[in-house]
C-alpha cells in the first residue's frame, strides 16, 4: 500500500523543498483512515476511500451517469492538477521534462544546463476514488475504514459535512472552534457528506467539491453563521468560499491538517454590523424557504 512517503535530504543552504520534505504525511494504521495523502517528490495522490448511498447510485437526470459518477468528476476537475508554494523546489521532475522536451524538439540528446528551461515547480495532483464493495476495495482493502456519502431531497438544510453523532459537540474543546460541534474531524473520523439533488450538473459537481474538501480537513471560508456570517478576507474565488476554484492556500491547510490531525480553520471575527446583516439574511432565507415548500 503507498503511504511510505518520507523526509527528503536538504542540502546545507538550500531555501526550497519538495512536498514530501516540507509534509512528511505518513498513517501509523492506514486501514483506519478513510482519505489519504500519498506523497512521493512533489507528486500528491488523494486517495478516497466511498461508501455512497443507494440514492447517490441513481441516474442523475438527463444523464446515464450515477449522482456519484458526476460528483466523482467534479472533485477530480477542482482537485486535481498543478500547484504551486513559494516553499517548492522541484524534485527533479520539471528538469527532466524540460531536457526531454530539448531532445525531442531540438534533437539534442545532450543539452546543456542554459538550453533547457524547466517549468516552476508545482505539486502535480490527482484524485483516485475507490468504493466500498469494489473488486479492488474487496481484494486490497479488506479492513478499510470508508465515510460515507448520501443524497438528500430536502431543502431545508444545505449540503453538509457531519460526524456521527457519538463525536458532537466535544470537539469543541480540541479546537474551540463552533465549526467543530457537529463536525469533529480527525484523520481517522473526517465525517460523512449529505448532498442535495441539484438539477443543475455544474452547480452540484462544485458542491461536492467544497464538502469533499472538508473531509480533507478545510474548514468554511464564507460567512455562515458559525463564523458569525464573517467572510475569511480574500477568498472570493477560493472553493471553501462560495465553490470557485480550489487555492493553493487550501491544499497547504489540508496538508497542515493531515500532519497535525487537526482540521485547519480560515480566521473569523465577530463584528457587529456583519452579525446583524446576515442573521438578518439568513431568518428571510430561511422563512422563504418554508414558504416556497408549503405553496407546493
Not at 182 to 201: D, F, K, M, Q, V
Not at 218 to 229: E, L, T
Amino acid at each position: 500500500m503507498e503511504n511510505n512517503s518520507q523526509t527528503a535530504v536538504k542540502q546545507h543552504g538550500d531555501t526550497l523543498v519538495t512536498l514530501q520534505g516540507k509534509y512528511p504525511i505518513l498513517y501509523r494504521k492506514p486501514s483506519k483512515i478513510p482519505v489519504q495523502l500519498i506523497i512521493v517528490g512533489n507528486k500528491l495522490r488523494i486517495r478516497f476511500f466511498v461508501r455512497y448511498s443507494k440514492s447517490m447510485l441513481e441516474k442523475f437526470p438527463g444523464s446515464n451517469l450515477s449522482y456519484a459518477d458526476i460528483s466523482e468528476a467534479g472533485i477530480r476537475a477542482n482537485w486535481s492538477g498543478r500547484y504551486t508554494f513559494p516553499w517548492l523546489a522541484d524534485d527533479g521532475f520539471e528538469r527532466a521534462r524540460a531536457k526531454a522536451t530539448v531532445r525531442v524538439l531540438d534533437n539534442n540528446e545532450n543539452p546543456t544546463e542554459i538550453e533547457i528551461k524547466p517549468l516552476k515547480a508545482a505539486v502535480r495532483t490527482t484524485v483516485e476514488f475507490i468504493r466500498y464493495g469494489s473488486t479492488t476495495a474487496q481484494v486490497n482493502y479488506p479492513k478499510q475504514r470508508f465515510y460515507c456519502v448520501k443524497l438528500s431531497k430536502g431543502t431545508l438544510f444545505p449540503a453538509h459535512v457531519v460526524s456521527p453523532p457519538w463525536r458532537w459537540y466535544w470537539g469543541f474543546f480540541r479546537v474551540f472552534q463552533l465549526e467543530s460541534l457537529y463536525l469533529n474531524w480527525s484523520c481517522a473520523h473526517p465525517g460523512n457528506i449529505t448532498l442535495h439533488n441539484e438539477a443543475n450538473r455544474h452547480a452540484y459537481q462544485q458542491i461536492s467539491a467544497h464538502e469533499t474538501g472538508h473531509v480533507l480537513g478545510v474548514g468554511d471560508a464564507y460567512g455562515a453563521n458559525y463564523r458569525f456570517f464573517y467572510e475569511a478576507p480574500g477568498t472570493g474565488n477560493y472553493m471553501m468560499c462560495h465553490n470557485r476554484k480550489v487555492q493553493p492556500v487550501e491544499l497547504e491547510m489540508v496538508f497542515k491538517s493531515h500532519m497535525s490531525n487537526r482540521m485547519h480553520y480560515f480566521p473569523k471575527e465577530f463584528k457587529s454590523k456583519v452579525f446583524s446583516a446576515g442573521l438578518k439574511r439568513s431568518y428571510r432565507l430561511q422563512f422563504n424557504t418554508l414558504v416556497n415548500k408549503s405553496k407546493k
